[in-house]
């Protein structure tokens, strides 16, 4: 028997985040990133941004699907010229979203050459792995950044392994060869990349940026590597940063990777705006990033955007199918609703939801819910019980249950959610 008294188990939580604070504005709003900032979603449209309609429309189903900055890419002079006219009829659809303009190779001269679109943008990314190298590299690098300066934009600066300064790269490499005992080839890209984001980031404040609107990213596409090289990162500098697995792929494998690497470092406090870098799927909608991403953040803690419904894998308990159908239905039920629901039930994206399989764990379950229901597993009486503030408060039976349930949930949000608006 133990004689002392067991000490608590800390409560379960992210470790805070120690960023600036830094602000990403267009006209009279603006979204803030880092410090006390919740973390932000953010993602990328896959248009061709000279296609104006076309991506001020993704543009606007990124942000109804809660992406809270949106990146296009400004790669050439039909795409800059668009950007003004994706911020005009962003405006006038009412959809409030800063854009954050990609430039690789050739920024210095767009953002030149096109006012309208330096000061349409609210960031821009710029990539010190290609912006040209040596004495033309600096030349070009400080000249985006004093165009961000003047306008008072944000800047993320953006390493990525595939596109390193291979000057830095090979200064480093024989530094490395000097070593009584060089380190791994991974160590010095791992180093690469950081020296790289925080060596432009000195020149950018040197230049005049203000250092709370320079946001930090290096990405690499393995996931030890991405949280060795993240850890690192935030270690050396209290810059916000921009976290996401590059190239991540497609399907279960980029959901799972993203969600790995991101989940150990948001963790740890590492991280104040993340993307998910998915490939879509032939036929998935670019949304599905935002999804996953904010999917990531609510499984955290870390934010809170759509009821959440608990529900139980199934076993040989329960060889219907209908309380997957059911998990299912009012999953898609809230996350549709969500829309309305937000202006006119405030606090309503807290709601927790229970649909378990059968008597075990259900009733359990289901009081632990706001609303919960558990229903009838093989041979159990065909009776599913519906538990509302942890107590059992009706038995719905026959084939109605899914519509009656649903008319239950209703009820429950508009009178505790209802008055609050
Ligand atoms: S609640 Fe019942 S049906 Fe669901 S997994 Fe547990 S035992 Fe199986």
Redo the contacts with the bound molecule.
């Keep these: 028997m133990m004689s002392m008294e067991a000490e608590a188990i800390p409560l379960a939580g992210a470790l805070p985040r120690r960023s600036r604070q830094g602000l990403v504005a267009w006209g009279d709003k603006r979204v803030t990133v880092g410090g006390s900032a919740p973390v932000r979603v953010q993602s990328m449209t896959n248009t061709d941004t000279a296609d104006a309609v076309g991506t001020a429309i993704q543009i606007k189903e990124l942000a109804l699907a809660g992406s809270e900055l949106v990146r296009i890419t400004v790669n050439n002079d039909d795409a800059a010229k668009a950007v003004p006219y994706i911020r005009e009829q962003l405006d006038r659809m009412g959809v409030s979203v800063p854009l954050i303009g990609d430039f690789h190779y050739n920024g210095h001269k767009l953002l030149t050459d096109h006012p309208a679109c330096a000061e349409a943008l609210s960031k821009y990314r710029i990539n010190p792995g290609n912006v040209g190298r040596g004495d033309k590299g600096d030349r070009q690098f400080g000249q985006m950044v004093e165009i961000a300066a003047r306008l008072d934009k944000a800047v993320r600066i953006g390493v990525n392994w595939g596109s390193l300064d291979q000057d830095l790269l090979a200064r480093l490499m024989d530094q490395n060869a000097q070593r009584k005992q060089p380190w791994d080839a991974r160590q010095v890209m791992y180093e690469a990349l950081i020296t790289s984001a925080l060596e432009s980031a000195a020149k950018a404040e040197s230049i005049g940026l203000n250092g709370n609107n320079i946001f930090l990213s290096c990405k690499v596409s393995g996931v030890q590597d991405l949280i060795a090289v993240y850890q690192a990162l935030a270690k050396r500098c209290d810059y916000a940063l921009h976290l996401g697995l590059t190239e991540a792929g497609m399907g279960t494998k980029g959901t799972v990777a993203s969600a790995a690497a991101l989940a150990v470092l948001l963790q740890q406090g590492i991280g104040d705006t993340i993307r998910v870098s998915l490939t879509p799927q032939p036929g998935e909608a670019r949304t599905q990033e935002v999804l996953i991403a904010s999917e990531l953040l609510q499984s955290l803690g870390l934010r809170v955007f759509v009821p959440s419904v608990t529900a ?4 040989g ?2 060889t219907s199918t209908t309380f997957q159908e059911l998990a299912k239905q009012i999953d898609d039920y809230l996350r549709a609703s969500m829309p309305v629901w937000r202006a006119r039930y405030p606090g309503v994206e807290g709601l927790k939801v229970a649909v ?3 008597i ?3 009733p359990g379950e289901s009081k632990h819910a706001d609303i919960g229901i558990s229903l009838p ?1 093989t041979g159990e009486a065909p009776a599913a019980p519906v538990f509302i503030d942890g107590e059992k408060a009706l038995t719905l039976r026959g084939a109605g249950i899914a519509t009656e349930f649903q008319q239950i949930v209703d009820n429950y949000i508009e009178k505790r959610f209802g008055s609050l608006a």
């Design positions: 139980c894998p199934g076993c308990r329960t378990m399989g059968c075990v764990n259900g597993g």
